[in-house]
């Protein structure tokens, strides 16, 4: 992971592989998540439960389906042509059944590539295609399944260019939700990038961002006016630290002998009223050896009739000059 394609501007030697996962796997997507400390396995359902944990999609009930777009200039504090774009949508097929749909667009930056004598500027891209579908079991349960290609960067020994590899990949999900009276406990898991390894060029391999989220969320509502929200979430990575050539299941289980701090935790709450306005803050714990990622976040939403829009901005705990300064999310929805 830690050759995890670029970041920020790179000039990039081509003597080596730089590129092991796609980074359009690992980042969160849409405004109202992003607000609240990448909390959603476990959140009730919305337009982009996609990303997090498509089994929600079944406790739309309130919802014949919806669309969604969310933008984010990523890391734009260093770079300016750097970008996370993401569509996804949903729509009821029968009583408990749900489809839906995404597509992820991560912009790359600006690559600078040199062999010592000549250099080349490109301008990469990763994607990724998503299609689920989920179903409500019982009152309280549903699961569901989504199938995605993904398209990820990476440059070989002695090539002026950036290549691109593909694979395919399943995530399964889970999610229990009790409501009583006014309240409501909910639980999510979610198994996500299982699938082939990346070719990355002279017989090497990459593992996918397999990961295992955990989370709970409860749920208050006072006089149909007031609705407060608080969940917490573990998310961790199902990838071996030292064996990059296990198999992709054998790999899943070595990865529970992985160092504890690769766990990131989320802890996010959210306020509504009237089911008009939303205020949202959260804060994300992610050790510096595996990223360094902490900082709190904040969010804002507004609902009106079918329309909806939400932002988020990222505070990085850690002082100076840090690539995550100023990040921001904004997301626009239409729910039928």
């Keep these: 992971m830690k050759k995890l394609i670029g970041i920020f501007f790179l000039t990039v030697p081509c003597a080596a592989v730089f590129a092991q996962i ?67 949508g949903f729509g009821k097929i029968g009583n408990g059944h749900y489809l839906s749909g995404s597509v992820s667009y991560f912009a790359a930056g600006k690559f600078i590539l040199t062999d010592g004598t000549t250099t080349v500027t490109q301008s990469p891209a990763e994607w990724a295609i998503d299609v689920g579908y989920s179903r409500q079991l019982s009152p309280y349960f549903s699961m569901g399944l989504t199938f995605r290609y993904v398209s990820a960067i990476y440059a070989e020994q002695g090539m002026l260019s950036v290549l691109s590899a593909g694979a395919f990949a399943a995530d399964v999900g889970f999610y229990f939700r009790i409501p009583v009276e006014r309240q409501s406990l909910s639980a999510g898991l979610q198994i996500a990038n299982v699938g082939s390894k990346l070719d990355i060029g002279n017989d090497n391999t990459a593992f996918l961002p397999i990961s295992l989220r955990l989370g709970v969320h409860y749920e208050m509502n006072v006089q149909d006016i007031h609705a407060w929200g608080f969940g917490v979430e573990a998310n961790k990575p199902l990838v071996p630290e ?28 959210e306020y509504t009223w009237n089911n008009l306005l939303a205020a949202r803050a959260g804060y994300l714990y992610n050790h510096e050896q595996y990223g360094g990622r902490a900082h709190f976040s904040f969010g804002a939403g507004i609902s009106y009739h079918r329309l909806l829009f939400d932002a988020s901005y990222w505070l990085p705990t850690s002082s100076g000059n840090n690539a995550l300064n100023n990040t921001f999310y904004v997301t626009l929805g239409y729910v039928f």
């Design 22 to 88: 796609p980074t359009v796997l690992t980042l969160a997507p849409d405004a109202r998540s992003t607000g609240m400390a990448n909390l959603g396995v476990a959140t009730p359902p919305d337009i982009n439960s996609q990303y997090f944990n498509v089994a929600k999609y079944a406790f739309s009930q309130t919802q014949r389906g919806g669309v969604s777009f969310s933008y984010s200039p990523w890391l734009h504090a260093l770079s300016d042509d750097m970008s996370v774009l993401y569509l996804s």
């Design 242 to 269: 030292d064996d990059a050539d296990a198999g992709v299941f054998a790999g899943m289980f070595k990865s529970f002998g992985n160092s504890f701090s690769e766990i990131t935790f989320g802890f996010g709450a």
